[in-house]
């Protein structure tokens, strides 16, 4: 009887253990996400998904600047005055002018801006193109969520590229 009370406090001491690992895990994420200034380029010709995206991006961190092109060909002008470069990239890959493929292929290229961690967020979903866009790049691929919550969860993932 001792042994298996000793076991069953083992197992209740690991999960514990295991618990309170995951709680300090996402206090650490809670904590960089809300402490981090990060200027984000979101190149998105969907006015919808950038007021949205902004506005769950303002509700996760105030401390974040969101810069928004509704084109690739935007996007690629701001970047080439050299002001103030982004620390993450979102690019929206069915845009007008210059694509989000094309943007992706002529921003890891360019010796000055390879090294920006670039996300994809699109409705595209097909495997091909999500393969090419790793192939070409990116450092994430999300399809565009259907609920608020799924998109607050992609946006957090981005804080952390």
């Given amino acids: 009887m001792k042994f298996h009370t000793t076991l069953l406090l083992i197992q209740f ?5 295991s618990c309170d690992m995951q709680l300090e895990h996402n206090l650490q994420i809670s904590f960089r996400m809300s ?33 928004w092109f509704k084109t690739g060909e935007d996007l ?8 103030e470069l982004p620390d993450i990239i979102v ?3 069915n845009m007008p002018k210059i694509d989000g493929p094309t943007c992706l292929r002529i921003l890891k290229k360019e010796v000055y801006w390879c ?47």
Wanted: with cysteine; aromatic share 10%; proline share 3%.
């Fill in 13 to 17: 001491l690991h999960l514990f253990d």
């Fill in 35 to 67: 402490s981090m200034k990060r200027h984000i380029c979101l190149a998105e010709d969907d006015q919808d998904d950038y007021y949205l995206f902004s506005r769950i991006l303002g509700e996760i961190s105030d401390s974040n600047k969101l810069t």
């Fill in 76 to 83: 690629l002008q701001y970047l080439k005055t050299g002001n």
């Fill in 91 to 93: 690019l929206d890959m």
């Fill in 115 to 161: 090294h920006i961690p670039v996300a994809i967020l699109s409705t595209g979903d097909s495997p091909t193109a999500i393969k090419t866009a790793y192939e070409d790049g990116a450092h994430r691929y999300f399809v565009k969520p259907f609920t608020i919550e799924e998109f607050r969860k992609i946006i957090q993932e981005i804080l952390l590229l």
